[in-house]
């Protein structure tokens, strides 16, 4: 902590490694338990994702546009946790906050990247339902796998674009002095704060940047579900309604718990009597990047009927194998 503080009262050498400082305040017996928590959600998120992956990869029945998109949803939650998740952990269970210049860099670049990724995905998601619901005839021709995973794919490969820009101009500012990041990973305006010059503008541009493209893909989604909702309420048949509302409930829910908690937290400050410490910032950035992918296997399982079918089977058939091996083995011994 010398050496740090040391970094902090010099202005005249230049920035090689920050120290990421977590929450302020708190106490070192703590570390191993919020270590423990982190771990948990990392591994919750990492299984639940995979076994969601796995099931669409082998599963033919399942290889469908609507279960391709969700399948690239949980791939991106799953590499946006492993950008975040065992830092944070490593911050606590070693006491060892520390991060070079470039892999900070890289763990910034990577979270916007996974962000807009999340947000692309979602559009199509959306296209795909109201394709489905408006046009019914024509979906099968509109939608088919391959458009899919070019629509996915080119999500993929121009989320890349703001994120890598921005980080090339944020690593060529003046990091002079200043080396602790008052967050649990590495944050663009936390970074904006230790640079030894104006940054105002670049600010103003990054926050500009990040709400254009959460603006215009939400735009994009209400319109789509909006026509969708139109489409419904003219339907006579009130079987039909209640289907295709079913139909569109599991991607909804998606949609919103990504959204929601985003505009809590970018709102809540421009409230009348509403302040956040430091720690309470924290806590509301980490629940609402973390909660969507600690939700979405559950709500895969819970909403859609054709993985809880398969999710049964599998389970079915791993007990009447591990019988037959017990068969087998008492065979053996008499």
């Given at each position: 902590?010398?050496?740090?503080?040391?970094?902090?009262?010099?202005?005249?050498?230049?920035?090689?490694?920050?120290?990421?400082?977590?929450?302020?305040?708190?106490?070192?017996?703590?570390?191993?338990?919020?270590?423990?928590?982190?771990?948990?959600?990392?591994?919750?998120?990492?299984?639940?994702?995979?076994?969601?992956?796995?099931?669409?990869?082998?599963?033919?029945?399942?290889?469908?546009?609507?279960?391709?998109?969700?399948?690239?949803?949980?791939?991106?939650?799953?590499g946006?946790?492993?950008?975040?998740?065992?830092?944070?952990?490593?911050r606590?269970?070693?006491?060892?906050?520390?991060?070079?210049?470039?892999?900070?860099?890289?763990?910034?670049?990577?979270i916007?990247?996974?962000?807009?990724?999340?947000?692309?995905?979602?559009?199509?998601?959306?296209?795909?339902?109201?394709?489905?619901?408006?046009?019914?005839l024509?979906?099968?021709?509109?939608?088919?796998?391959?458009?899919?995973?070019?629509?996915?794919?080119?999500?993929?490969?121009?989320?890349?674009i703001?994120?890598?820009?921005?980080?090339?101009?944020?690593?060529?500012?003046?990091?002079?002095?200043?080396?602790?990041?008052?967050?649990?990973?590495?944050?663009?305006?936390?970074?904006?704060?230790?640079?030894?010059?104006?940054?105002?503008?670049?600010?103003?541009?990054?926050?500009?940047?990040?709400?254009?493209?959460?603006?215009?893909?939400?735009?994009?989604?209400?319109?789509?579900y909006?026509?969708?909702?139109?489409?419904?309420?003219?339907?006579?048949?009130?079987?039909?309604?209640?289907?295709?509302?079913?139909?569109?409930?599991?991607?909804?829910?998606?949609?919103?718990?990504?959204?929601?908690?985003?505009?809590?937290?970018?709102?809540?400050?421009?409230?009348?009597?509403?302040?956040?410490?430091?720690?309470?910032?924290?806590?509301?950035?980490?629940?609402?990047?973390?909660?969507?992918?600690?939700?979405?296997?559950?709500?895969?399982?819970?909403?859609?009927?054709?993985?809880?079918?398969?999710?049964?089977?599998?389970?079915?058939?791993?007990?009447?194998?591990?019988?037959?091996?017990?068969?087998?083995?008492?065979?053996v011994?008499?």
């Open positions: 902590m010398e050496s740090m503080s040391a970094n902090n009262q010099t202005t005249n050498t230049v920035v090689k490694e920050f120290f990421i400082l977590g929450f302020l305040g708190l106490q070192p017996e703590y570390y191993n338990l919020i270590a423990a928590v982190f771990l948990g959600i990392y591994v919750t998120v990492v299984v639940g994702n995979s076994v969601f992956v796995l099931m669409i990869v082998i599963e033919p029945s399942l290889q469908k546009p609507m279960y391709i998109i969700m399948m690239n949803l949980a791939l991106a939650d799953i946006f946790c492993t950008v975040v998740l065992p830092k944070i952990a490593v606590y269970l070693f006491d060892d906050g520390s991060i070079s210049f470039h892999v900070c860099m890289f763990q910034r670049m990577l916007h990247y996974f962000s807009n990724v999340d947000l692309l995905v979602m559009t199509t998601m959306a296209l795909d339902r109201y394709l489905a619901i408006c046009f019914p024509r979906y099968p021709v509109l939608m088919t796998n391959r458009t899919m995973i070019l629509l996915t794919g080119f999500s993929w490969t121009i989320s890349m703001i994120p890598a820009i921005i980080t090339i101009l944020a690593s060529q500012m003046p990091f002079c002095g200043p080396n602790l990041i008052i967050h649990c990973y590495c944050d663009t305006l936390s970074l904006y704060n230790l640079v030894c010059s104006d940054v105002s503008f670049q600010s103003y541009v990054f926050t500009c940047l990040v709400m254009c493209v959460i603006a215009l893909t939400l735009t994009v989604i209400i319109y789509f909006i026509n969708i909702v139109v489409s419904i309420i003219r339907t006579a048949n009130n079987h039909s309604r209640v289907k295709a509302f079913s139909t569109c409930a599991t991607q909804l829910c998606i949609i919103c718990i990504h959204y929601v908690p985003r505009f809590v937290v970018f709102t809540a400050p421009y409230l009348p009597n509403v302040i956040f410490d430091i720690n309470q910032r924290l806590a509301f950035t980490l629940f609402y990047w973390l909660f969507p992918p600690l939700v979405n296997p559950f709500l895969y399982f819970f909403r859609a009927k054709e993985i809880r079918k398969l999710f049964f089977k599998w389970c079915i058939s791993a007990q009447k194998n591990r019988r037959g091996h017990k068969i087998n083995i008492l065979s011994f008499k």
